[in-house]
């Protein structure tokens, strides 16, 4: 299946770019971070993260389709 990612803060950092289409057979967002953690270095657990697909907040456990759209949201600091 087909994912449009976006990444933000120290994971825009660590992948080197702010978006980025992949091809995957993960099902799931935990399967589909554990691969891009892998790819691309991301140095946070799952539980330091929030996630949202199409838009919407949800669980590690989502059940993805073709062509969702998955955000990785890590803790920021404000100052």
Known sequence: MNYRLLYF???????????EQVASDARDV???????A??????????RLRVAV???FTDWNHRLADNDEIVFLPPVSGG
Do not use: K, T, V, W
Request: glycine share 10%.
């Open 54 to 56: 199409n838009g919407a």
């Open 9 to 19: 803060a120290s994971l825009c950092d660590a992948a080197g770019r702010a978006e």
């Open 38 to 47: 892998a790819r691309h270095g991301f140095a946070f657990a799952p539980d």
């Open 30 to 36: 935990r399967a589909l971070y554990a691969e891009l």
